[in-house]
């Protein structure tokens, strides 16, 4: 979706100012995504607990398809990343997913469904310690985010 | 399932004896209708914002269940009530709810996908403000619990 | 806090329009305003249960201050409104303080510690249902908000 | 406080029949050891993302306190453990201070505030992954829970 930071926090930051370049050519999801799509999954790192806000502003612009009830019975998903263990992997997603509730969806996690789970821990979605963007997601947390994508589009079948 | 009060609480309350009295040819649940169940419903008053304890240590005998993989992809789904309005019905079933995620369970909640959750309000699960027993459930909370549980149903199928 | 909204969005509501002029001249809160300040009470409409992303993108300017454990130890205590009963205004509250743990914040709620409690109903901020708009903060909410931010300063002395 | 499981479920467990017996001569806390207490510190494994159902049951004990309002402006803080990562650290703590709320205490968590936090990880409150009881709280774990316990004392002074 759309970067909503403003253009001085982003140039203070040479990663995040590379992570845009690198993705400018991804084309961002809009509102209609979400009227076409049986399954929405969504993916955010914390910040303080919560989804970043460019995912909220995201979400705050839903209301006409809210309105026409547009959403209901669609499958939802989260997965997070968070800096240190325990600091919003569960919260983040928990919280998140009450947008789920809202818009009248079915919730979809993973649960401890596959032994993977057991290794990567989180029952509410994916998410995974990435120090300050200095540990890429490794062997478990790709293992899972495959478990939770696969499950999400089982359930929708 | 079980009353796990101790007698004396029991005995200090008119309507909690009463009811003891009145529900006394009740059959309880047991882990084994978990088991058989394609949907759950769970039903709570609020304890300071959290299921009452009676579920919770109905819901603690559980593990076998758990350990076994007996619960994945059930539906499952809350409703609760409280003294006085955003006194917990929302994050009652909200915080219960979290079960459902570990057992791997699928969450459906009414949304606001029937006209009746505008007047009822909560889109997470049936609520009712029941005072402190003095209110019973009105027509809005029970045509609400009807579309709760047909969804719920429907769903399931 | 600053509008982020697309100005599309806000042309296309009258009332919000409307607000933004009337409230041009209202200084906008700063992140040098949290740092002096010995308590911070945020307000929010629920947005899907959780705060507004306007709110959050503010939120999301203060990692600065969090690095340098600016806000350890200051007071925090939140309020909310939503369009129906139930439909997010505990839910908004409740996500929204995890920002506080996040700051080594200390919390403050109204909790039932006033008779004005048990008429509001909300012990973990004071909460209002506008309708949408319709129906403007009553003498309850009034009364409950003027005892919130009485217990805030209290607690912060 | 006292436990309330079934005795058939204590005797299937032979780590859980030895503590029984271990802290056999612990004394049980009371409602009164509440109401002398300034500062309130619970403590839980998870049970499915909430407190385990023995200290839902003392709490359900407290009506009387309440009622009152025995417990307003004491310091409230809580810590936990679960088997893995994510699975319960965050939600058991958060679902579980929202009691503190609702008796109108005031939430003290250890946030971010001394460095162990960024190595323990949980700024909610502390919290300990021990496999199933393999994995004694280590030396992270332990600094931690001094920190917080520390922490909580120079607040309610």
Partial sequence: ?????????????????????ATKDVSEATTADLEWADAIVFGTPTRYGGAASQLRAFI?????????????????SSFSSAATAHSGHENTILSFNSVFYHWGMIIVSPGYNDPIQFQMGNPYG?????????IPPDKTALAAARFQGKRV?????
Avoid at 5 to 17: G, L, T
Wanted: cysteine-free; glycine content about 12%; charged content about 25%.
């Fill in 126 to 134: 994916v998410s995974h310690t990435l120090g300050n963007g200095t």
């Fill in 1 to 21: 979706m759309k970067e909503t930071a403003p253009e001085a926090a982003i140039n203070s930051n040479e990663d995040w100012k590379k992570n845009i370049e």
């Fill in 60 to 76: 705050d612009t839903t209301g006409g398809l809210w309105a026409k009830g547009a959403l209901i019975d669609k499958i939802g």
């Fill in 153 to 157: 589009a089982e359930i929708t079948n």
